[in-house]
């Protein structure tokens, strides 16, 4: 079961990575509704090549880190990172659905605009799908 649950998990993070690497080298398909935007869905986040490219690497390291942990590879990890990773992974995914209180997550003030209705239907749900396969993970380890 925690094969194909981090086989999944592998998929989606890998395929996020994927796009914050397209966005960090100029693409623009899927841009108009990735960042928060005021009201007049002007956007309130302008990030630059290198902060999506960062965020590529995160995701990327953590869908390596999962395939470690439901031992699809095999990388040496610290001891707290072993222990510890799968507990933070899923509070960084669940925190991002709760989000910010204004722009972003389940319980932001700032509705209507491009970027919180595609929020709301699919980049909330899919954190908190994303934080309770991680907590499956940790639970059966």
Known sequence: MNVIIGTLLFTVLTSLSGLHFYWGLGGKWGISVSVPSNKRNERVL?????????????????????????????IPLWGWLDDFGLCVIAAIFLLRAIGEFNYVGFFKRIKGTNFADADTRYFSPLCIVISLLVSLLEINK
């Open 46 to 74: 302008n990030p630059g090549p290198l902060a999506c490219s960062v965020v590529g690497l995160a995701l990327l390291a953590i869908s390596v880190f999962i395939l470690a942990e439901v031992r699809i590879i095999t």
